[in-house]
């Protein structure tokens, strides 16, 4: 049985009023010494708690898709096949146009289906992918924009966006909670924003722990996972545009911190950035690995990497956030960044809520169709 799915929350509700039923017809028939009796109706009632609270909790997960899977909330999953070292990149690479000192891996073609999620739109494709450079195996949710299929644009490559959701997070949040392709579909139709593919990628790789969508020895390669491996994907699969200028990555929460640290780190790979309520410092979030390493933590603190830079990147960045809840950390990202890295920084006021990175959407893809444009 599927955790989002509907079969389990309905078993979940029937739960509660069985438990209160089941407490109130045997409460006065419980037998033996006085001691057998208390502990007997105390079982009863924590019973009744654990089943109202189980089902709460469901009803908070389907609606945030915290956890996609059993696998994921119980901490079973096994997502990195191997650690191999992965090679550098030539600062001029591109996706699918790659320099990089490795020999290039050989072109994967993949099959996709349904992603078997009824808060899931149903023109959202999955695939299960065996990263050839990370050593990654994860899932990715790809869709497709209205004009993809026109036969007007039968030849046209398309410009693509990686979405990054947050700790813990699933590869469906963003198109199942924050509603990405439903909002942004009529959007593109009438031109205000530009035909992305849309493409979220599995980003909890180890159990109970955030890789921080970094590479990090002997653990896990998710900066290769999620720049490399994914990317050359969906070149291989769909007619993408592999210019740099053409590709953006955008996260909210803990992804917010992926999308900009990535971005600013490889600008051979993104020209824009979109990060809502995110952090600089790893360690904000208590589970990251790379927040506990001293000298990972420097290494991927998006102001550092603006610092070490041996020339600014080319790279957009939107960076939204409520005070205290990402707007300071924004503002040090501009602070540090010098031409022709761009970054714009607007106050929200809202709560750190899906609800809230959903209501951004239009305006933040509105803002990133102003840097790569409809053609």
């Given amino acids: 049985m599927e955790l989002t799915g509907t079969p389990f929350f309905l078993l979940t509700v029937i739960l509660v009023p069985v438990s209160i039923a089941v407490a109130l017809l045997f409460w006065g028939k419980v037998g033996g010494p006085q001691p057998v009796r208390y502990l007997t109706?105390?079982?009863?009632?924590?019973?009744?708690?654990?089943?109202?609270?189980?089902?709460?909790?469901?009803?908070?997960?389907?609606?945030?898709?915290?956890?996609g899977n059993w696998d994921d909330l119980l901490g079973t999953g096994d997502h990195v096949r191997a650690v191999?070292?992965?090679?550098?990149?030539?600062?001029?690479?591109?996706?699918?146009?790659?320099?990089?000192?490795?020999?290039?891996?050989?072109?994967?073609?993949?099959?996709?289906g349904g992603v078997n999620d009824p808060l899931v739109p149903g023109d959202v494709q999955k695939t299960e992918l065996k990263g050839q450079v990370s050593g990654v195996d994860g899932e990715v949710l790809?869709?497709?924009?209205?004009?993809?299929?026109?036969?007007?644009f039968k030849d046209k490559k398309f410009p693509v966006v990686e979405l990054?959701?947050?700790?813990?997070?699933?590869?469906?949040?963003?198109?199942g909670t924050l509603k990405v392709s439903e909002q942004l579909k009529p959007l593109m139709?009438?031109?205000?924003?530009?035909?992305?593919?849309?493409?979220?990628?599995?980003?909890?790789l180890l159990n109970n722990q955030d890789a921080g969508c970094t590479d990090i020895p002997g653990k896990v390669n998710a900066d290769a996972w999620v720049t490399r491996d994914v990317p050359q994907?969906?070149?291989?699969?769909?007619?993408?545009?592999?210019?740099?200028?053409?590709?953006?990555?955008?996260?909210?929460?803990?992804?917010?911190?992926?999308?900009?640290?990535?971005?600013?780190?490889?600008?051979?790979?993104?020209?824009?950035?979109?990060?809502?309520?995110g952090y600089n410092d790893p360690a904000r979030e208590p589970d990251s690995l790379v927040g506990k390493d001293a000298k990972l933590r420097e290494a991927n603190n998006p102001v550092n990497i603006l610092k070490a830079a041996p020339q600014p990147p080319k790279v957009a960045l939107l960076v939204s956030g409520s005070k205290g809840?990402?707007?300071?950390?924004?503002?040090?990202?501009?602070?540090?960044?010098?031409?022709?890295?761009?970054?714009?920084?607007?106050?929200?006021?809202?709560?750190?809520t899906t609800e809230q990175w959903k209501k951004m959407v239009p305006g933040a893809f509105e803002w990133l169709t102003s840097v790569i444009p409809v053609q």
């Fill in 41 to 67: 109706r105390i079982i009863m009632i924590m019973f009744c708690q654990v089943t109202a609270v189980l089902m709460v909790f469901v009803m908070v997960n389907n609606a945030n898709l915290i956890y």
């Fill in 84 to 112: 191999p070292k992965v090679a550098p990149i030539d600062p001029a690479a591109v996706p699918g146009q790659s320099n990089d000192a490795a020999k290039e891996p050989p072109k994967v073609k993949q099959s996709f």
């Fill in 142 to 152: 790809v869709w497709l924009p209205p004009q993809y299929n026109d036969p007007a």
């Fill in 164 to 175: 990054i959701p947050g700790y813990p997070g699933s590869s469906s949040t963003w198109y």
């Fill in 189 to 204: 139709q009438q031109g205000k924003v530009a035909p992305f593919i849309l493409v979220s990628p599995r980003t909890k």
């Fill in 233 to 277: 994907m969906v070149l291989d699969n769909f007619r993408a545009d592999p210019s740099a200028d053409r590709w953006a990555i955008a996260g909210y929460s803990a992804g917010a911190h992926c999308a900009a640290k990535l971005s600013l780190s490889h600008p051979n790979r993104y020209r824009a950035a979109i990060a809502m309520s």
């Fill in 325 to 352: 809840d990402g707007y300071e950390d924004g503002e040090a990202i501009r602070t540090a960044a010098k031409a022709p890295t761009t970054v714009q920084v607007e106050e929200g006021s809202g709560p750190h």
